[in-house]
C-alpha cells in the first residue's frame, strides 16, 4: 500500500458547487497533515494545516479521521480560481521528511 | 521577504555534463529539503538537511549530491546528469522538523537533460 493514496481526478464541478477530496495514509503514527494547492507550472503552496479537530478557513474545511486513516478537504461555494490540483501531505512527529500524495485535480467551470 | 530563492529556473544539459542548482532561504528556517517531480508521481524528496551541518538521503537519492553551505544554503549536485534526470526541482524550507510546521517552497528549476 503507498505511504498516501489520493484520487487523481480530474473533479470536474460548476461554478458554485461543493467538491470534496479525501487523502488516505497508511501510517498509524502519523502527526502532522497538510494540504497543499498547486497550479499549473507552479511550486506547491500552504493551503491550510490540519487539525485533530478538525478546522476552517473561509470555504475550505479540512478534517482528520485517524480511525480511518484518511484526511479529507472540503471546498465550498467553488470559485474559477480553485482550479489547481491539491496535494495531501503527511509526517510523524519525529521524522524529518514530509510525504507527498500524488494530488487530486479540480477544474471549476462556469 | 524572498522566501525560498532557487536558481535556475531553467536549464537545459547534455548527458553526462554537471551542475549545481542553488537555494537559499532568509527565513533563518533550520530545515531545508530538495525534491524533484515528474508526471504522476508527485513530489519525491531527494535529500534533505534537518540543520546546519546535517545532510540526509531521501527517498530517490542516487545520482545526486548536497551540501549544506551555511544555515542559508542547500545545494543540489549532478555530477554526471542523465535524462531520467529531467524533471522540475523544487527546494523547500521549514523551521525544524520533528513539530508541525508546513514546507514552504521556491520557484523550482526546470531541468531537461538531452
Redesign the interface.
Known sequence: RKEVEQDPGPFNVPEGATVAFNCTYSNSASQSFFWYRQDCRKEPKLLMSVYSSGNEDGRFTAQLNRASQYISLLIRDSKLSDSATYLCVWGTGTASKLTFGTGTRLQVTL | NAGVTQTPKFQVLKTGQSMTLQCAQDMNHN?M?W?RQDP??????IY?S?SEGTT?K?EVPNGYNVSRLNKREFSLRLESAAPSQTSVY?CASRPR????S???????TRLTVT
Open positions: 530545515s529539503y525534491y504522476g508521481m508527485g513530489l519525491r524528496l534533505y534537518a540526509d531521501g523544487f522538523t520533528g513539530d508541525n508546513p514546507l514552504h517552497f521556491g520557484n523550482g
